[in-house]
């Protein structure tokens, strides 16, 4: 099965960048669709970006312009480069396959975005 791992999070101030990674392990190819999603407490999982085995990237509209997907498919990461961070882009941030694999969610990693 697929595994993914999560890290980078963690607090800054409005308007600051942060880069986060997702390590992915098992059964992965690198045609498969990857996504980042975030969750906030009492919400919705949101898809905020995902990027096909080529490159070729698509975001969302809370994101686009300032967030950046990428990924490295000989090391089986992928990035997400945050920038002109706000407060509502505060939640756990996951990675997973564009049409997630339910048993393959990471821990997350934690995003504050706080004066």
């Known amino acids: 099965q697929v595994q993914f791992v999560e890290s980078g999070g963690g607090l800054v101030q409005p308007g600051g960048s942060l880069n986060l990674s997702c390590a992915v392990s098992?059964?992965?190819?690198?045609?498969?669709?990857m996504g980042w999603f975030r969750q906030a407490p009492g919400q919705q999982r949101e898809l905020l970006a995902h990027?096909?085995?080529?490159?070729?990237?698509n975001y969302a509209d809370s994101v686009q312009g300032r967030f950046t997907i990428s990924r490295d498919n000989a090391k089986n990461t992928a990035f997400l480069q945050m920038n002109s961070l706000k407060p509502e882009d505060t939640p756990v941030y996951y990675c997973?396959?564009?049409?997630?694999?339910?048993?393959?969610w990471g821990p997350g990693t934690q995003v504050t975005v706080s004066s």
């Open positions: 997973n396959l564009r049409v997630p694999l339910s048993r393959s």
């Open positions: 098992g059964k992965f190819s690198s045609s498969f669709i």
């Open positions: 990027i096909t085995g080529g490159g070729r990237a």
